[in-house]
């Protein structure tokens, strides 16, 4: 069946530097949303991507998606303590929009 | 004004017990969703309704019935809970019909079988 693979699992960082996180599905999606979970909260839509090799950003966080519209990821300049948490990637099938695929996730840790 | 709300937040019951976890969205959104979130956070989709008609209905063992009475509540009833049945539950809600897809989840019920 159709997956998304997310890494890394887990990432530790020092505050100030730089995070990624990506996303590679095994199929081609019609469109790919990132959410934001707090330790002990809900997932939070943080944006949606739809065009090939689109690129958006949001302050410090940078989202891009590829050009073939199956891989995807997430940047973060100069980490906060604020940026802890568990960031999701998840696909729309192109062939259908009712279901989305999920990532497993990646935990970020923020040392301040 | 909350979005997506669903209750109990907390819930602690024992094994073979009945529950119901309750739903409701005020974002005019024509689909919703359940969703269980195990300790390794994986997000596994349950059900979905669209208007009131189920559209996604997952691997999920029958004890598990949802109900739809309109388009804003989407309420999860489980029988004869189970010890593995403890997760976060999250309600979730999206609009298809604008093609904007984005999810609004709720709070999260934390179900603890004992």
């Known amino acids: 069946g159709q997956q998304v693979m997310q890494i890394p699992q887990y990432q530790h960082v020092q505050e100030g530097e730089d995070f990624t996180t990506y996303c590679n599905s095994s199929?081609?999606?019609?469109?790919i949303q990132w959410y934001k979970q707090r330790p002990g909260g809900h997932p939070v839509f943080l944006i949606q991507?739809?065009?090939s090799g689109e690129v958006k950003k949001q302050k410090r966080l940078t989202f891009q998606f590829g050009e073939a519209k199956k891989n995807s990821s997430l940047h973060i300049t100069a980490t906060q303590t604020t940026d802890v948490g568990t960031y999701f990637c998840?696909?729309?099938?192109?062939?259908?929009?009712?279901?989305?695929?999920w990532g497993l996730g990646t935990s970020l840790g923020v040392n301040p | 004004d909350t979005a997506v709300s669903q209750t109990p937040k907390y819930l602690v019951t024992q094994m073979g017990n009945d529950k119901s976890i309750k739903c409701e969205q005020n974002?005019?959104?024509?689909?919703m969703y359940w969703y269980k979130q195990d300790s390794k956070k994986f997000l596994k989709i349950m059900f979905s309704?669209?208007?009131?008609?189920?559209?996604i209905n997952e691997t999920v063992p029958n004890r598990f019935s949802p109900k739809s009475p309109d388009k804003a509540h989407l309420n999860l009833h489980i029988n004869s809970l189970e010890l593995g049945d403890s997760a976060v539950y999250f309600c979730?809600?999206?609009?298809?019909?604008?093609?904007?897809?984005?999810?609004?989840f709720g709070s999260g019920t934390r179900l603890t079988v004992v």
């Open positions: 979730a809600s999206s609009s298809l019909l604008t093609g904007d897809y984005g999810y609004t």
């Open positions: 974002l005019g959104h024509d689909t």
């Open positions: 309704y669209n208007n009131k008609e189920l559209i």
């Open positions: 199929t081609t999606l019609s469109n």
């Open positions: 991507l739809v065009k």
């Open positions: 998840a696909g729309l099938n192109a062939g259908n929009n009712r279901k989305l695929i």
